[in-house]
């Protein structure tokens, strides 16, 4: 079981990116993906997840009406679009999969997740 995360970078304030994770080893029906972020001196905090069975998604505050998370079953693979970055959003995001489609109130536990891929770093700055 791989997860396998790309497409983070440098962007300018009010910017977008597209960050990509590609699972290998089970499929996206049965799994809910989630994205964490984790800022420098900050523990780390979940902010998008989706539900394999029923895709349900769901946002943190922090996030929500600027991100939207995304699934190609068939590419086996989870996106998470990013728009209207701020200087906050800087962090190194992961994603993680549960092998099972979880509860609402377990989507951004981190000991829900069983699967973690190695992370890619986003910096906003001018």
């Known amino acids: 079981v791989q997860l396998q995360a790309s497409g983070g970078g440098l962007v300018q304030p009010g910017g977008s990116l597209r960050l990509s994770c590609v699972v290998s080893?089970?499929?996206?029906?049965?799994?809910?993906i989630a994205w964490f972020r984790q800022a420098p001196g900050k523990e780390r905090e979940g902010i998008s997840c989706v539900r394999g069975g029923d895709n349900n998604k769901a946002y943190a505050d922090s996030v929500r009406g600027r991100f939207t998370i995304s699934r190609d079953n068939a590419m086996n693979t989870v996106y998470l679009q990013m728009n209207s970055l701020q200087p906050e959003d800087t962090a190194v995001y992961y994603c993680a999969a549960a092998t099972r489609n979880l509860i609402r109130s377990s989507m951004f536990a981190i000991r829900s997740y069983d699967y973690w891929g190695q992370g890619t770093l986003v910096t906003v700055s001018r």
């Open positions: 080893g089970f499929t996206l029906r049965s799994t809910t």
